[in-house]
């Protein structure tokens, strides 16, 4: 079945560390998404990308870097830059001019 | 540029009662709105859409939303609601000009009490 995965599902990094979240998709969809969640604060858009090679910022992009190397992957970097790096982390994807968005089952990323 | 507002952060409600939950948008052009619900630590998934046509839509698990082009909204209710409702729910526009991004209001936590 198609699809969107998300890896890994819980993940812990110590502070002033890199780390990369994965999300492939099989559906055939040209533009990818990832949103941060934090309680009470909703979706908000970290980056977007509507077509292979070639990426916008969103909302909140600062600390945060992408890469559209493929159309079925959209990895999501978050850097030592990132002073509040803790949060829920979804990836969605969606045909271009698309009637909404098919989301991945998301990331947890705690610092400690 | 479009924005999304839900007016209640929280709605609690017993089993088998009705309830409905709310969304206002802004936006000068043309709209297209969603619903999505959201279960604990997992990602979102489409209640349903409204697109064009009639207002009154039907989605998954029994809800419905009607569109109100007027004042602006796109409600959702349930007749009754289940245990099994308790979610986050998450309304969402897209205006018809701005490609395939979508706009999220800041979620409306239902929970249903036995």
């Known amino acids: 079945d198609g699809g969107i995965t998300q890896s890994p599902k819980y993940l812990f990094r110590k502070e002033g560390q890199n780390v990369t979240l994965s999300c492939e998709q099989n559906l055939n969809h040209d533009a990818m998404y990832w949103y941060r969640q934090d309680p009470g604060q909703g979706l908000r858009l970290i980056y977007y990308?509507?077509?292979?090679?070639?990426?916008q910022k969103g909302d909140i992009a600062e600390g945060y870097s992408v890469s559209r190397e493929k159309k079925e992957s959209f990895p999501l970097t978050v850097t030592s830059a990132q002073k509040n790096p803790t949060a829920f982390y979804l990836c969605?994807?969606?045909?271009?001019?698309?009637?909404?968005?098919?989301f991945g089952s998301g990331t947890r990323l705690t610092v400690v | 540029a479009q924005s999304v507002t839900q007016l209640d952060s929280q709605v609690p409600v017993f089993e088998e009662a009705p309830v409905e939950l709310r969304c206002n948008y802004s936006s000068s052009v043309s709209v297209y709105l969603f619903w999505y619900v959201q279960y604990p630590n997992q990602g979102l998934q489409l209640l349903l859409k409204?697109?064009?046509?009639?207002?009154l839509v039907k989605g998954i698990n029994g809800f419905e939303a009607e569109f109100n082009k007027s004042q602006t909204s796109f409600h959702l209710r349930k007749p009754s609601v289940h245990i099994s409702d308790t979610a986050e729910y998450f309304c969402a526009v897209k205006e018809e000009t701005s490609g395939s991004r979508l706009t999220f209001g800041e979620g409306t936590q239902l929970t249903v009490n036995p």
């Open positions: 969605a994807s969606s045909v271009p001019l698309g009637w909404g968005y098919t």
């Open positions: 409204y697109l064009s046509g009639s207002t």
């Open positions: 990308s509507q077509i292979v090679n070639d990426f």
